[in-house]
């Protein structure tokens, strides 16, 4: 650290919601010159509540604001915490996609850019360009913000809350600090490491907050972290002097072992001889080639690769999301036909779980109904098609328990629900309905650790009660946790084919 007077500073925050919910209790904080901090915590931590005071949304209940050493008042809303130095950039989109790129840069501040009721359209472009290079983001100023990758769109995200910082302060104060709130959430593997590259050149204009849930980010890309749980601060690590492995840290955030160590114990035990699904030379032209693997009772095979390897298509072909063009695809020894729908595969005992919860729920209907939706047989009276409400509130009680989602009823609205419960709810009711084969596209994407490790317990239950799997992921931890064996692909075709423990010395040591 250059300095040692904190840029901000927070001194014992509390901050309690209709006077029952206690957010925050007595937090202490600290951000320095040229530097990313890193703040984790499950869903309910605090989190959230600590940066929105930061960034003037919430005002606190008590506590002390610190601006380079000397105390003032907490910022009553977004713009002053900027005059206080302090930006934030949201996980959900911010972008304008159909404004060029210097003019979404400037929106907001166009009055500083405007003489005699007209924009200084020349000075924007010029400064719009000049901040580009700077950072080194590989686009024009006069692309469309729609035409951007996503990594691209995040960076120019960070690019416009500097450059509100710098309209405050001038280009040349280093005395501010840049909030990312779950910033990798949306992107691929090669996706995350270009904005991570991009954020630590740009530690030289300013410093970051960085809230993750992805621990191996926070381990790599931070300087220090705190660790919140239950509103409280319960550790902070100078990770330059503190050496943690992510064991350390999950056990910090949660209370407990990561459960790869139960997956440890249980390799290969369910693995059987019999084959569930068979791919031979499955081809989609543009996508992936002659890609060949038999799947068993039991068994979970995993499909990696980077952006464009194919990976994503392989399993929405097994899906029935996407048709295939050549090859054969056999679940449990009848053919599955081109073309075939989803709820044709699912017929033949083939589910689909991705953690885009948006795509896998029905979010204006209730719990109950949207575990319902995929559990029919279950709660149907018989011999009449008609649903046995007591079922079904059963039904869902028993996944509500199991998976401990947090709803005040069974007919409470999914909308209402956070991420990191919808997540449990989606996996829930493939949990009850144990299909033969369940195929896992992103299951814990965007989710807290504590919610990926209710995730991770259930897969592995159904795994060791024989139900096979496909995963795909952008995560490498989740191969190395919940797989037997992994499928490399590169540009479309298989290049190798190694096992769980092979995998972990190749990619995660």
Not at 167 to 191: F, K, M, Q, R
Not at 376 to 403: A, D, G, H, S, Y
Request: hydrophobic share 40%; aromatic share 8%; charged share 30%.
């Amino acid at each position: 650290m250059k300095d040692n007077v904190p840029i901000i500073e927070l001194k014992n925050v509390s901050k309690t919601f209709g006077g029952v919910v206690r957010a925050l209790d007595s937090v202490s904080i600290a951000i320095y010159k040229n530097e990313v901090v890193g703040v984790v915590g499950e869903n309910g931590a605090g989190k959230s509540t600590l940066m929105k005071i930061l960034a003037g949304v919430f005002p606190p209940d008590s506590g002390e604001w610190y601006y380079t050493g000397q105390k003032l008042t907490f910022p009553k809303n977004p713009k002053e915490a900027v005059e206080r130095g302090v930006a934030i950039v949201y996980q959900e989109k911010g972008v304008v996609p159909a404004l060029k790129v210097y003019q979404y840069l400037f929106l907001g501040h166009e009055d500083k850019y405007s003489e005699f009721f007209r924009l200084k359209t020349n000075e924007m472009k010029k400064y719009a360009d000049e901040m580009l290079k700077e950072f080194h983001i590989d686009c024009d100023i006069e692309n469309f913000m729609y035409e951007l990758s996503p990594s691209t769109q995040k960076m120019i995200e960070i690019a416009k809350a500097i450059l509100s910082l710098r309209l405050e302060y001038g280009s040349d104060n280093t005395a501010s600090v840049v909030i990312l709130d779950e910033p990798t959430a949306p992107l691929t593997v090669e996706e995350r490491q270009d904005l991570f590259n991009y954020i630590l050149k740009m530690k030289k204009a300013t410093s970051f907050v960085l809230v993750s849930h992805i621990m191996h980010e926070v381990l790599e890309f931070t300087d220090r972290v705190y660790v919140l749980r239950d509103g409280k601060l319960v550790a902070h690590y100078n990770l330059s002097e503190d050496k943690i492995t992510e064991n350390d840290l999950f056990k910090a955030i949660v209370g407990k072992e990561f459960v790869e160590e139960l997956h440890a114990t249980q390799t290969g035990r369910n693995v059987g001889d019999e084959v569930v699904l068979v791919a031979k030379n499955l081809t989609k032209k543009g996508s992936y080639y002659d890609v060949s693997f038999e799947l068993r009772k039991g068994e979970c095979i995993g499909i990696f690769g980077p952006a464009g390897s194919g990976k994503s298509e392989i399993i929405k072909t097994i899906a029935g999301i996407l048709h295939f063009d050549k090859g054969v695809l056999a679940v449990k020894g009848e053919e599955a036909k081109s073309g075939e729908l989803p709820h044709v595969r699912l017929t033949k005992g083939v589910g689909y779980f991705c953690g885009r919860t948006e795509e896998q729920l029905f979010f204006n209907w209730s719990v109950r109904k949207n575990i319902s939706i995929v559990n029919m047989e279950k709660i149907l009276r018989k011999p009449l098609p008609v649903i046995n409400f007591n079922t079904e509130k059963q039904v869902t009680e028993k996944i509500m328990q199991k998976f401990r989602i947090k709803t005040p009823s069974v007919d409470t609205d999914c909308q209402s629900l956070s991420g990191g419960n919808k997540q449990k709810l989606s996996v829930g009711r493939w949990f009850e309905r144990r299909p033969d084969i369940l195929l896992l596209e992103d299951p814990t994407i965007g989710i807290d650790v504590g919610a990926r490790e209710d995730i991770y317990e259930a897969v592995l239950e159904m795994k060791n009660e024989g139900v096979s799997m496909v995963l795909v992921s952008d995560d490498p931890k989740e191969y190395s946790t919940l797989c037997d064996k992994i499928i490399f692909m590169k540009s479309g075709r298989v290049e190798k084919v190694l096992n769980a423990l092979e995998f972990k010395e190749a990619i995660v040591t």
